[in-house]
């Protein structure tokens, strides 16, 4: 009966094994599946075209340049390899200012035929109108409209989901965003968690480590948002006035605040693995003379150097996937950053606050499930990372 009651039990650890590793494999599979359909997207808006008049010689345009087109940055059809000849640009709410609402009918019926006419015959002109006013297609010359590239998204350098004509899916400013403030953090984070658990773990005596252990695991404990609140309120103030700067929000103010969310996490696995030291590795360094502290960096750290990974690692996925608390202090602005006090946007801020407006199914919906995996791989590639390190000091 003891026999099989074991089997029963290793039959549910095992079935439970499975569960959660079949889960994890669906959830990414889920995101992939959400995600590849950005690359069938059209660049220009789904039903919109981009015409031009029969005899202007530009067959197509990259995202940035139709962007740069109607945004009134380049103003000649000679800057993006076509005649020396000044752009004109029209979209669909300008058409009363060519035609009275006569010529356009009472329920702009009249509206196709207009907007093609005036195509047909404006030199340098490009209209980006709904597909159904271009009613003589054979007389204008309508801009290819190819799918979004894997360069177009990856190495794009802006993220602007909602312009038109083109939306801009630049992944860059929230991967560099993510990672700026994620490097910072746990730069400021290991160094003063390494320490206090070296003085917890070595050198404080019982009664003070009983007092400090609940009370850095009980910090673990507290809602992101009210992190973000303090941030809000007392680091972005210091900020701005410390370093003169218009703003506090701000890359640094994301940094500090998520180092003191990763810092419990950081201090408790690392002071655990260090207790776990034996005792006499310990004694026999100080037998051989060696002093407290040459115990410590010696013997006691290099032994525990797996925990420690391990505290780091759970620190960076901290950093990496939080989402309310550097939503409120970073400025939340999708540009890339040159210096750490500049605002900034990472990309599970981002998924939180545009996930809810973009509509299902769309390249703008598609783009955020891309991010999602692209999160994935980041926190997958820094554990990778953090393992082979940590092999390689083993070894």
Known sequence: MKKVFEKIIEGILACS?????LTIVLIVLFLFSEAVGLFHSRVIEEGYVLALKKDNKVSELTPVQIKDVFDEEIT?????????LPI?????EDVTRYYTE??????????????TDLVE????????????????PDSVHLLRDNTISLKDVFAGAEWFPTATPAPQFGFLPLITGTLWVSLFAILIA??????????????????????????????????SVVYGFFGLIVIVPLLQRVFDLPVGESGLAGSIVLAIMALPTIITVTEDAMRNCPRAMREASLALGASQWQTIYKVVIPYSISGITSGVVLGIGRAVG??????????NAAVIPHSILEPLRTIPATIAAELGEAPAGGAHYEALFLL??????????????????SSGKRK
């Not at 010529?103 to 907007?115: D, M, P, T, V």
């Not at 015959?121 to 003589?136: E, K």
């Open 372 to 389: 999602g995996v692209v999160l994935f791989f980041i926190s997958l590639l820094i554990n990778f990372t953090v393992e082979a390190v």
């Open 121 to 136: 015959r404006t030199p340098g002109i490009v209209a980006f109108v709904p597909r159904q006013f271009i009613v003589r």
């Open 76 to 84: 000649n059809w000679r800057e993006v390899g076509g005649e020396n």
């Open 88 to 92: 004109r640009l029209f979209r669909l």
């Open 322 to 331: 939080e989402t309310m608390a550097v939503l409120m202090v970073t400025g």
């Open 17 to 21: 094994g499975f569960v959660t590793s």
């Open 102 to 115: 006569e010529q356009l009918g009472a329920s702009y019926e009249n509206a196709g035929a207009c907007i």
């Open 190 to 223: 290991l160094p003063f968690g390494l320490a206090v658990a070296v003085y917890m773990s070595e050198v404080a005596d019982h009664k003070i480590r009983n007092l400090m252990k609940p009370v850095i695991e009980l910090l673990s404990g507290i809602p």
